[in-house]
């Protein structure tokens, strides 16, 4: 067996990749070939040369200037940072023909090391493109002419319009992601029987996977990574630790989807609640005197829980959980301890003091427009506490999860692991 990584194109989002690098160490899974486009082709180069630690210290310092002979001098997570990298990558375009990357380039001369690079037993390959033949070409380690590594990475990274065009000797190159973004193709013509691929989701284009028996993995990243031309430390730092965690979810030594929990957590969070979720949900919708609301809910998908099935009620709390989790803007780096977790989202809930205008807003057939999904969640767990035995409020919360079903689901919870039946 050989195995692959394939390293999509991605710029700033690239610190992702480190992560997963970071997973597959700590699983101890080896590999015997790298390919990558673009950021890819970079981090590639590292994984070859098996220098983690220099990897991840170039991108846990990351900043605009380390990609650039220019900085920002506002912070780029507030409004006026973003205008003036806007304005800075307009200038860089349509006045200087592209933004100048010597910085990046020194950062190569000092962290590369092509000697180790071509000695390693680790085969490499990367994907351009030739602006002056208009051919795409894919190169390995052995195609590449010596003392010219650096080049051709750098022409695999050169995302024109935004970077300056690379020239090398008569030649000039772009960016490989206007042919192929994620080179699995090239793994493949490299030998490759197993293959892990890491997806960015960036722009650029993805060749149509050649026919073969290839086993294939992919990881792309499951929450939101900061833009492809952003180069920022926090951001960055971020990525690390989602490409970590969607790795380690992949071969299933963690929990989660979005989120991610310690290895088991769900499934013990499930035993623990499921029954009581369910009693909760069943004493809401089966209220002795049903109205319509809740004789069409029995019906409905919630109907689908009442009937026991043990899978979809894990299915259905594992999404509201998570659900929960990007309402109450949780932190998506974390692995988390279910419990903790739980008593995060409990802390979170704010103290309504608009209860009777939210009232009234229902009878006018208002709601939906004037509050948010955080604010739907505490108002109908609110509700849920203030039930009693006469179905104070039961119609009413019938009525509202035909209108908020997964706010509805997410009340649910929150009143199953503060108090319940």
């Not at 992560?19 to 590292?46: C, E």
């Not at 995302?159 to 772009?174: A, D, M, Q, R």
């Not at 499921?274 to 109907?303: D, V």
Request: hydrophobic content about 35%.
């Amino acid at each position: 067996m050989k195995r692959a990584i394939v390293l999509s194109g991605g710029g700033g989002k690239g610190a992702y990749q480190i992560g997963v690098w970071k997973a597959l160490r700590k699983l101890h899974i080896k590999y015997d070939i790298v390919t990558g486009t673009s950021v890819g082709a970079l981090n590639g180069a590292f994984m070859v040369q098996k220098d983690y630690r220099s990897a991840l210290r170039v991108w846990k310092n990351m900043s605009f200037k380390s990609v650039y002979n220019k900085d920002l001098k506002e912070d780029i997570n507030t409004l006026e940072g973003k205008k003036e990298l806007v304005s800075m990558y307009a200038k860089g375009i349509v006045i200087d023909g592209g933004m100048n990357i010597e910085n990046l380039e020194n950062l190569l001369d000092k962290y590369l090391d092509e000697k180790k690079v071509r000695k390693s037993k680790i085969d490499y390959g990367l994907i351009t493109f030739n602006l002056t033949t208009l051919k795409a070409l894919s190169y390995t380690k052995k195609d590449i002419p010596k003392g010219k590594l650096k080049d051709y990475m750098l022409a695999s990274a050169t995302c024109y319009p935004v970077f300056k065009k690379k020239e090398i000797g008569e030649n000039i190159f772009i960016d490989g992601g206007v042919y192929d973004n994620l080179p699995i193709n090239l793994a493949i013509s490299m030998g490759a029987t197993q293959i892990i691929a890491v997806d960015l989701k960036a722009v650029g284009i993805k060749q149509k996977i050649k026919e073969n028996s290839c086993d294939i993995i992919t990881i792309t990243p499951k929450n939101k990574i900061n833009s492809f031309l952003v180069f920022d430390k926090d951001s960055s730092i971020m990525a690390i630790k989602c490409g970590y965690n969607d790795t380690m979810k992949k071969f299933g030594k963690l929990d989660g989807n979005y989120y991610t929990f310690k290895k088991n957590n769900l499934n013990k969070n499930y035993i623990r609640h499921n029954r009581k979720f369910i009693k909760n949900l069943k004493n809401i919708i089966e209220t002795k005197n049903k109205n319509i609301a809740s004789s069409i809910l029995s019906i409905t998908s919630f109907n689908k829980l009442l009937e026991g099935d043990s899978v979809k009620i894990k299915k259905q709390m594992d999404e509201t959980i998570e659900y929960l989790g990007k309402i109450f803007d949780m932190d998506c780096s974390n692995v988390y301890d279910i419990v903790i977790y739980n008593s995060a989202l409990l802390g979170n809930i704010g103290k309504l003091n608009n209860i009777k205008e939210i009232d009234s807003l229902i009878k006018i057939g208002s709601i939906k427009k004037l509050i948010n999904k955080k604010t739907t969640v505490e108002y109908l767990y609110d509700k849920m506490l203030r039930m009693n035995e006469k179905n104070k409020y039961k119609k009413e919360l019938c009525n509202l999860a035909l209108l908020f079903p997964k706010e509805f689901l997410g009340a649910l919870y929150l009143y199953t692991i503060t108090k319940g039946i």
